[in-house]
């Protein structure tokens, strides 16, 4: 079992920068690869960034590319994402996501553990 909580979510304007965090406890954090979806009203939650077990791969949606950055510490059992360039289409509810798989997967249900997600509300 991993337990996730986000955090750093909020309201900026359009062109702002925001940094979310993800804090993992539970089972061994660095056995599980990372990833990041985002849930706007009335659409599915969609695959945001992901990130391998070590950390040296990571896998993008195209409407984030260039803008985001996921990263982890493993030896602080943190996830990160550092979102530049925010637009009106980023707003959503941003949740944190753990997978027993090698790969990166976009997918949700390859996705075990989910947190409570955390608002990102961005005005333009």
């Known amino acids: 079992q991993v337990q996730l909580v986000e955090s750093g979510g909020g309201l900026v304007q359009a062109g702002g920068s925001l940094r979310l965090s993800c804090a993992a406890s539970?089972?061994?954090?660095?056995?599980?690869?990372m990833g990041w979806f985002r849930q706007a009203p009335g659409k599915e939650r969609e695959f945001v960034a992901g990130?391998?077990?070590?950390?040296?791969?990571?896998r993008y949606a195209d409407s984030v590319k260039g803008r985001f950055t996921i990263s982890r510490d493993n030896a602080k059992n943190w996830v990160y994402l550092q979102m530049n360039s925010l637009k009106f289409e980023d707003t959503a509810v941003y949740y944190c996501?753990?997978?027993?798989?090698?790969?990166?997967?976009?997918?949700?249900?390859?996705?075990?553990?989910w947190g409570q997600g955390t608002q990102v509300t961005v005005s333009s």
């Open positions: 539970g089972r061994t954090f660095s056995g599980y690869t």
């Open positions: 990130i391998t077990r070590s950390g040296t791969s990571t």
């Open positions: 996501a753990g997978s027993p798989s090698i790969v990166i997967g976009t997918k949700r249900d390859q996705y075990l553990y």
